[in-house]
């Protein structure tokens, strides 16, 4: 009999090892077991005649899954394309975007790494130049995180990229106020959206950037490689995924060529985006809608990162309006300049004391431009207040070794 504490009443319809108190949804998602039958049965389709499955069947089943998400997240169909995740998204843009000598590319120093570096890349091969924003953590307001981005923005800025929600620090970003403000200096607008669907309403074409990519394997529990990536009808024409599959010298007249580029790359594993609507239909049922769900998850973050502050005895490093169903805490000690990201190890200490000598899933790591050691937390609908709890109590001895 397991003296972990339990997990919510929806926890039976998630494959994670009961042995694990599992506090880091954000970074990889985790899929229920009905998705994941429901993805098994479009493979079993593929793998009974693949060649009717890519010449005749793929176009048509993957329209349904783009009405599906384009429902969900606010935007028309004809500018959606699905991508394996983020990082490819994000690629195939700045690919796109052609830099000229002389650009300069606006991020800032929350951002998710590969995008930063993917841009770094773009703008050596280019002669143009990457400048970084910083952001004040703690953040005291949207107003401060407005202010810091824009202050960098110059005559020669070409784009800016921001998440809507980040990574390391789990802020929700003013995207709308930012686009319009951008839009007004003459500057194109990327979002990374990893992390908001499922987790705050989104309107893709309310927020009215010029490109939008975000995951649909982290929040909303979609199977593992499955991202959209949404461009806005001033960018559309031209626009090429980074390779080209072999139908792309064809002339179609059934097709617009933006969806039929995208719709097939190569030969791969379509399935997770097939699965699409039996997976948004089986997450809404939890509680009734996406809007409850999203509403039980940002309740329980709240009352999470008060439990785990009121333990350390510090203060919530952000006001409620920048929180989603993720919470960053500010954790004594000094953060790793590496920002946590290492494979192979879990890079700072606490993080593999919390799993060898807890059973605590939550990453530890940093923000190595402010200097801040950070945990996070993670919260989705298997989880529940008990398992914040016992995660204060670990950290509090943890920390107290240390
Ligand atoms: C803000 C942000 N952008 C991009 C990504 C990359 O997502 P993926 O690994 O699906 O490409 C992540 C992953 O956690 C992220 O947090």
Redesign the pocket.
């Known amino acids: 009999m397991s003296t972990l504490p339990a997990p919510s009443e929806h926890a039976g319809h998630w494959q994670l090892d009961p042995e694990t108190v599992f506090l880091n949804h954000?970074?990889y998602g985790a899929c229920p077991t009905a998705v994941l039958e429901a993805q098994r049965r479009f493979r079993d389709q593929m793998e009974r005649e693949p060649v009717r499955f890519f010449m005749l069947d793929i176009e048509a089943m993957l329209d349904l899954s783009r009405e599906a998400v384009a429902d969900f997240v606010g935007c028309d169909i004809e500018g959606l394309a699905f991508l394996p995740?983020?990082?490819?998204a994000v690629a195939t843009i700045i690919d796109n975007l052609m830099l000229k000598p002389g650009d300069e590319v606006v991020v800032n120093d929350h951002e998710?790494s590969?995008?930063v570096s993917t841009f770094t890349k773009a703008a050596r091969r280019a002669g143009a130049r990457v400048v970084k924003a910083t952001i004040p953590f703690p953040t005291p307001s949207a107003d401060a995180i407005y202010e810091a981005v824009m202050a960098v923005v110059t005559p020669r800025t070409r784009i800016a990229l921001f998440?809507h929600i980040?990574?390391p620090t789990a802020l929700v970003f003013p995207a709308g106020r930012l686009t319009a403000s951008l839009r007004a200096r003459g500057v194109e607008v990327l979002i990374?959206g990893?992390?908001v669907p499922g987790q705050i309403p989104l309107d893709v074409r309310g927020i009215n950037a010029h490109y939008y990519t975000a995951?649909l394997?982290k929040w909303p529990c979609c199977p593992k490689g499955t991202?959209f990536l949404w461009v806005h009808p001033e960018r559309r024409g031209g626009f090429e995924p980074l390779a080209l599959s072999a139908r792309a010298h064809l002339e179609r007249a059934d097709r617009d060529r933006f969806r039929a580029l995208f719709d097939y790359i190569g030969t791969a594993d379509y399935t997770g985006f097939l699965a699409l609507p039996e997976a948004f239909a089986f997450l809404v049922s939890l509680e009734g809608s996406w809007e409850a769900l999203e509403m039980r998850n940002r309740a329980l973050t709240l009352e999470a990162r008060r439990v785990v502050c009121d333990a350390l005895g510090c203060e919530p490093a952000t006001p409620d309006e920048l929180v989603g169903t993720m919470a960053t805490v500010v954790i004594p000690g000094v953060g790793l300049p590496s920002g946590g990201t290492a494979p192979g190890k879990y890079e700072d200490p606490l993080q593999e004391k919390l799993v060898e000598n807890h059973r605590i899933q939550v990453p530890v790591w940093s923000l190595p431009s402010q200097g801040q050691r950070l945990l996070r937390i993670s919260c989705q609908a298997y989880n529940s207040i008990a398992q914040y709890e016992y995660l204060a109590g670990a950290l509090r001895v943890e920390l107290a070794k240390e």
């Open positions: 954000g970074s995740n983020v990082t490819q998710y590969a995008c998440s980040t990574s990374d990893a992390h995951n394997h991202a």
